[in-house]
């Protein structure tokens, strides 16, 4: 196990990649095919942010947020990769 200051270490670090964001998959539930999008989170770290494909900023905050799935074992992306 880590030492506190090696664990404050690693959750700054954690902190600082959630807030530069990524490269992630996304599925629209109203149709359309899985694309990907750079999210990231919000300056306030109260929201997580991409950019539309309009260009439109989209949010969704985190309390919204019920579970996190990895992979594409979601539903919508199974039903994507039988088509």
Avoid: D
Wanted: aromatic share 4%; net charge positive; charged share 15%.
């Amino acid at each position: 196990m880590a030492s506190q200051p090696e664990s404050h270490a690693l959750l700054r670090a954690a902190s600082v990649t959630v807030q530069k964001g990524g490269l992630l998959l996304k599925y629209c539930r109203r149709g359309g095919r899985p694309h990907a999008v750079h999210l990231q989170l919000s300056p306030l770290e109260n929201e997580l942010q991409w950019v539309s494909g309009a260009g439109k900023l989209r949010t969704l905050p985190l309390s919204a947020i019920l579970r996190v799935v990895t992979g594409q074992t979601t539903p919508g992306f199974l039903c994507e990769l039988e088509a």
